[in-house]
Nanobody, 119 residues
């Protein structure tokens, strides 16, 4: 099972950009489809984006399509989420996880990284 540490969050004005990183431990990172999820206060955790093991295919939630880009570097055991044109409704705690379909493969989460977008 891979362990994950998210970073890169912060406070940004609407329209700004952030790049999140997800550093994984273990030799199996490159075998997983990886995903990003987010949870806003008072709301359930929701799927944001996923990328297949070799980066050959990506999929996005409608709410972020065209603004967010998921990528990965298997040599560095790291996945990324480039977030552009941020909106206040993107404010949430962001997590990464191995996924199956649009759901996390395991119910194990890192500490997440907070993204706050001011209007």
């Amino acid at each position: 099972q891979v362990q994950l540490v998210e970073s890169g969050g912060g406070l940004v004005q609407a329209g700004g950009s952030l790049r999140l990183s997800c550093a994984a431990s273990g030799r199996t990172f490159s075998s997983y489809t990886m995903g990003w999820f987010r949870q806003a206060p008072g709301k359930e955790r929701e799927f944001v984006a996923r990328i297949t093991w070799n980066g050959g295919s990506t999929y996005y939630a409608d709410s972020v399509k065209g603004r967010f880009t998921i990528s990965r570097d298997n040599a560095k055991n790291t996945a990324y989420l480039q977030m552009n044109s941020l909106k206040p409704e993107d404010t949430a705690l962001y997590y990464c996880a191995p996924v199956l379909g649009l759901s996390p493969l395991y119910d194990v989460w890192g500490q997440g990284t907070q993204v706050t977008v001011s209007s």
